[in-house]
């Protein structure tokens, strides 16, 4: 069973995912807009892993005898002046996501909640791997610059990215 407090934050975190999954829906409807095909195949395919981070906290709530309480979703940006405007904007989001991810952490800590914070080690791990892929994504957009060539192959590139459903999904 989990604790109220508990309980409460993981509510707050799924709000966030959600958030989070819209945000990233946003951007990828913009960059659609915009011709950036692939930058946008790439905001879509986050959309789905972030409603899947949602689902994972859910199935958690509701295995571990909680209360899932779905909470209104606030709005979100519309448009971003460039690609790597959004994907900095992406990095400073994910770091508050791993911030939120941590403090989740640190109170099933003092909670003496091994169980979540079992469950929690794949969000860190996940967290760790979001930031990285965004801070080299933005380390090739600052590399190529205003090339249109090098932005065109960058925009392919995305384009060849896939959703895959998280294996902890289906625990």
Not at 34 to 62: C, S, T
Not at 82 to 95: D, I, M, N, Q, R
Not at 100 to 124: G, H, P, S
């Amino acid at each position: 069973m989990l604790t109220k407090s508990i309980n409460d934050a993981i509510n707050a975190q799924i709000n966030r995912e959600f958030w989070s999954g819209y945000l990233y829906l946003s951007m990828a409807n913009h960059f659609e807009a915009e011709g950036y095909n692939g930058i946008a195949n790439w905001f879509r395919v986050q959309f789905k892993e972030e409603f899947a981070h949602a689902q994972i906290f859910i199935n958690y709530v509701n295995n571990r005898g909680g209360r899932v309480l779905l909470a209104p979703i606030a709005g979100v940006p519309s448009e971003w002046e460039s690609p790597l405007a959004a994907f900095g904007a992406t990095l400073k989001h994910e770091e508050t996501v791993t911030n939120c991810i941590n403090d989740l952490y640190y109170l099933a800590e003092q909670e003496k909640d091994y169980a979540t914070r079992q469950m929690l080690n794949w969000f860190v791990a996940e967290q760790v791997e979001e930031e990285d892929t965004v801070r080299t994504l933005i380390d090739n957009l600052k590399l190529i610059g205003e090339d249109g060539t090098g932005l065109y192959q960058f925009d392919k590139n995305l384009a060849t990215r896939t959703y895959v459903a998280p294996a902890i999904l289906n625990e």
